[in-house]
Nanobody, 130 residues
Framework: QVQLAETGGGSVQAGGSLKLSCAAS??????????MGWFRQVPGQEREGVAV???????VYADSVKGRFTISKDLALNSLYLEMNSLKPEDTAMYYC??????????????????????WGQGTQVTVSS
């Protein structure tokens, strides 16, 4: 099973920027074969999808982050990124990256990631102050 490790979280003032990274290891298939995404969770609330990136590079974003966040991946480095701009206090959360298995579930979507055999990272905290 692929292993994921997030870095890049921190504290920032509203309007600021952060870039999260997610390094993947123990990859059984080519890195491009995975659907990957970012999720976030506030204590006491359900985890919510932020963005996903499909094997062909297509991206989908939650309405709350469209135009402010950008998901990308570097196949050479087996890494996933989330560039966050114009941050708001309501973006404060623990951020997790996730990957499915090349066996599924498909299609690549926030509702299906990571699936029963997919993986979660351990999370990185983002705090935005007003």
């Amino acid at each position: 099973q692929v292993q994921l490790a997030e870095t890049g979280g921190g504290s920032v003032q509203a309007g600021g920027s952060l870039k999260l990274s997610c390094a993947a290891s123990r990859i059984s298939y080519t890195y491009s074969a995975y659907c990957m995404g970012w999720f976030r969770q506030v204590p006491g609330q359900e985890r919510e999808g932020v963005a996903v990136i499909d094997t062909d590079g297509r991206t989908v974003y939650a309405d709350s982050v469209k135009g402010r966040f950008t998901i990308s991946k570097d196949l050479a480095l087996n890494s996933l990124y989330l560039e966050m701009n114009s941050l708001k206090p309501e973006d404060t959360a623990m951020y997790y990256c996730a990957a499915n298995s090349p066996d599924g579930p498909w299609p690549c979507s926030m509702t299906l990631l990571p699936g029963k055999v997919g993986a979660w990272g351990q999370g990185t905290q983002v705090t935005v102050s007003s």
